[in-house]
DNA sequence: TATGAATGAGTTTTCATTCAT
DNA sequence: CATGAATGAAAACTCATTCAT
C-alpha cells in the first residue's frame, strides 16, 4: 500500500514546483497530499529523508523518459534524439522537471551513495557511449567529459528556452545539436 | 564607509559557501560579520535583497577575473584561456564561487533587472564572439546558443572536479577544450 | 474543546486590561494562558484575528449582561435599568470593559463585517425603541440619534466614575438618569 | 527657536491620524519632519514625552477651536453653537481630530497632571455652565454630569457621522441637539 | 545644537517533530 | 496504522534610544 507514500511525493514534487523547495513546509504538504502531519513520518524519516527519496523518484522519472527507445537507430539518431529530450525536458514545465533543478545544490548532492545511485540509472547511456568509442565513432575520453560537452549544452539551452531568455529559431537548435554530435565524433570526412 | 556593507557580503558569501544558502540567518550572519541584527538592515531593504546584492558582487567578482587580459592574443587564445579560466573557476574552493552556484535557482534570477545586469558585465565576452563571426571565424548563431556550447562544458567541468565527481589527467582537459572550440569554429581546413 | 481558545482569550482580556492593548505580546499571552506560542496560531490566524475575536467576545458578555431581562416591567422601567447597568459596566472594573473601550479605536472597528455584528447583537435594543416610538412614547428620530441622547451620557459617566474624575452623590446621577430619559421622552403632561 | 519642534508634533499628528498611533515610530518621524532621529530627543524626553505633549497640543487646538466666540449671545445660543461645532470637529477628518480619538485609551489620560490641564483648558465652559446654574436657566447638577447629558451625544453623533454609521437628515440633527438642550434646561414654560 | 549610524532586545510568526488517542 | 493538537526553538524584521562626530 505504497499509495499515501506516492500520494506525498507528488505533492512534494507539485509544491516544490510552484512555491519552491525553500516553501516546502510538512504542514503544508500534510494538507495538499491530504494526510496527517504526523503520518508523513511513518513514510519517511524526517524532512531530509523525503527529500533525498523525491529527488530519487524524480530522477527516476526523468531517466525513464530519456531512455525511451534508447536502442533504436544509427548512434547519430539516438544522439540526437537523446539531445532534443534534453532540451524539451528542460524547456517543459513540468512539475517533476521544475522540482528537480532545485535539488542540485543541496547538501547530499555529493553524497556516495546519491552518487552510485544516479550511475546506475543512467547506465544505459554509458553502455550507449562505450559503445561508439569501440567502434571509433567517438573521441576516446573520459565518458564524464564527453557528456559536459554533449549534452551540458542541451541542458542549458532547455533551461534558457523556459526562462525566455533565449530567442532562436529551431533550425537555430538544431544546428547546434549538430555542433554537439559534431564535437565528439570521429570525422572521416576525407 | 561601505565597510561595513562589505564586511556583511564577505561573511554572507562565507556563511553561503560552507553552510549553505538554506542556513543563511539574518543573526548568525550579524555575529559573524561581526555587527548587530538590525545593522544589516541599515544597508540591505530585507534578506531577499542581501541576496540580490550579493549575488551582482560576487558575479562581479567572478566576470573581472574571467575578462582579465581579454584582448590579448588571437582569437584561438582567447578562447582557450577563458575556457580553463572558466575550468579553474569552478574547480575553487573560494567562497565567492561556492556561493554563487547557490544563487541559481532563486526566484529573482529571471528578473529583468539581473538579466541587463548580467549581460552588462560579460558585455566584452559579446563583443568578442561578434568580432570572431564578423571575421568568419566562428559559426554565425546566436551568442546564447555559443556561449552554452562553448562554455557550459567547461562549467560543469569545474564543478565536477570540485566534487570530485571526474577523475581524469589534465591532458583530457586540454582536449576537451580544443573539442567545444572546434565544435563552433568553421574549419578552414581545406 | 474550546477550552484552549478561551483561555488564550481570557488571558488576552487580562493583559490588555491590566497593561494596555500596546503591551499584548503574543510571547507574553502565550505564558499568561499557560500555552505554547505556537498554539495561539491554531485557533487564530493571527493577532489581528485574536483582537477581532477577542471583541466579539467581550462584546457578546456586554451584550448579555446589559440586555438580561430586558422585557420586564413599563418602558420607562425598562429605560432606567438598562442606563444603569451601563452605567456601573462602565464603573466596573472588570477585564471585560477595561479591555474593551481600547478596541474602539483600532483599524477594523468601521468594517461592515463588524458592523453587521454589532447590530445583530443588539436587536432587542432595536426592538424596543421602536415598539416606544411606535406608542408615541419617544420621539420619531433615528435609533442611532436617540442611543447618543440616551445611553452615551451613562457610558461617559460610568468611564468617569471608575476614573475616579467625578465625584457626585448617588442622588445626582438618578437625576442625569432623568434627564436623559426626559430628553427623549414626549411629554404628555398636560 | 520652536520651529522644529513644532515640525515634530505636527508630523507625529499627521502619522497617528493616517496610518495610527501604533504606526508612530521614531524613525519614521524622524523623516517626515526632516530632522535627524537625535533631534527629536533634543525637544522630548522620550517618546511618551512626545505623545503627552501631542496631546496637550492638540487638547489646545480642539479647545481654542471651541471656545472661540463663547461670550456671543445668550446661553441657548451659545450651546447650539457649541453641540454644533462639537458635532463638526467629530466629522472632520482633520489630522488633529482624527489623532485625538487615540490618545483617550492610554495610560497617562488618568494622571493628575492631564487631568488639572484639561480642565484649566476648558475653563470657560465651566464658568458658562455655573453662570447659567446661577440664573436658574438649567439644572443644578455637578457639571461633570452636565457636560456628560449634553455633550457626549454630539460627540458621539459627531464620530458616527464620520464613520458613515449613521444617516440622518440635517433637520434631525438639529432636533437631537434641541434635546440635549431640553435635557439639562429648568423648564419655565407655563 | 544637530546628526545618523549603530545597537540589541523585542516583535510576530513559522515549522519540524512528537505523542496521546 | 493514522491522527492532529501541541510544542518551543528559531526565523525575519523593527524600533526606541544612545553617542561619537
Same mark, same amino acid.
Not at 512534494?12 to 512555491?19: D, F, H, L, N, P
Not at 527516476?60 to 548512434?75: C, D, P, T, Y
Not at 514545465?93 to 522540482?99: D, E, P, V
Given at each position: 500500500?505504497?499509495?499515501? @507514500?506516492?500520494?506525498?511525493?507528488?505533492?512534494?514534487? !507539485?509544491? =516544490?514546483?510552484?512555491?519552491?523547495?525553500?516553501? +516546502?513546509?510538512?504542514?503544508? &504538504?500534510?494538507?495538499?497530499?491530504?494526510?496527517?502531519? *504526523?503520518?508523513?513520518?511513518?513514510?519517511?524519516?524526517?524532512?531530509?529523508? +523525503?527529500?533525498?527519496?523525491? @529527488?530519487?523518484?524524480?530522477?527516476?522519472?526523468?531517466?525513464?523518459?530519456? &531512455?525511451?527507445?534508447?536502442? %533504436?537507430?544509427?548512434?547519430?539518431?539516438?544522439?540526437?534524439?537523446?539531445?532534443?529530450?534534453?532540451?524539451?525536458? *528542460? /524547456?517543459?514545465?513540468?512539475?517533476?522537471?521544475?522540482?528537480?533543478?532545485?535539488?542540485?545544490?543541496?547538501? *547530499?548532492?555529493?553524497?556516495?551513495?546519491?552518487?552510485?545511485?544516479? @550511475?546506475?540509472?543512467?547506465?544505459? +547511456?554509458?553502455?550507449?557511449? %562505450?559503445?561508439? !568509442?569501440?567502434? *571509433?565513432?567517438?573521441?576516446?575520453?573520459?565518458?564524464?567529459?564527453?557528456?559536459?560537452?554533449?549534452?551540458?549544452?542541451?541542458?542549458?539551452?532547455?533551461? /534558457?528556452?523556459?526562462?525566455?531568455? &533565449? %530567442?532562436?529559431?529551431?533550425?537555430? =537548435?538544431?544546428?547546434?545539436? %549538430?555542433?554537439? &554530435?559534431?564535437? =565528439?565524433? =570521429?570525422?572521416?570526412?576525407?
Amino acid at each position: 500500500m505504497d499509495n499515501k @507514500r506516492d500520494l506525498i511525493l507528488r505533492s512534494a514534487e !507539485k509544491i =516544490i514546483a510552484t512555491a519552491g523547495l525553500h516553501n +516546502l513546509s510538512m504542514q503544508k &504538504l500534510a494538507i495538499d497530499a491530504g494526510v496527517a502531519a *504526523g503520518t508523513i513520518y511513518r513514510y519517511f524519516k524526517d524532512k531530509e529523508d +523525503l527529500i533525498i527519496e523525491l @529527488r530519487k523518484d524524480v530522477l527516476q522519472q526523468i531517466a525513464s523518459k530519456l &531512455l525511451e527507445n534508447i536502442n %533504436e537507430g544509427s548512434f547519430d539518431e539516438k544522439f540526437r534524439r537523446l539531445w532534443f529530450k534534453i532540451v524539451e525536458l *528542460g /524547456r517543459e514545465q513540468s512539475h517533476a522537471n521544475l522540482s528537480f533543478a532545485q535539488y542540485s545544490h543541496l547538501p *547530499g548532492v555529493d553524497a556516495p551513495e546519491h552518487q552510485a545511485f544516479e @550511475r546506475e540509472i543512467f547506465q544505459p +547511456l554509458h553502455q550507449l557511449f %562505450e559503445q561508439a !568509442k569501440n567502434q *571509433g565513432m567517438i573521441q576516446k575520453l573520459d565518458n564524464t567529459l564527453l557528456f559536459s560537452i554533449a549534452f551540458e549544452p542541451a541542458i542549458a539551452i532547455g533551461k /534558457r528556452l523556459r526562462r525566455g531568455h &533565449l %530567442e532562436c529559431t529551431e533550425n537555430e =537548435i538544431r544546428r547546434a545539436c %549538430e555542433l554537439c &554530435l559534431k564535437a =565528439i565524433s =570521429i570525422n572521416l570526412q576525407l
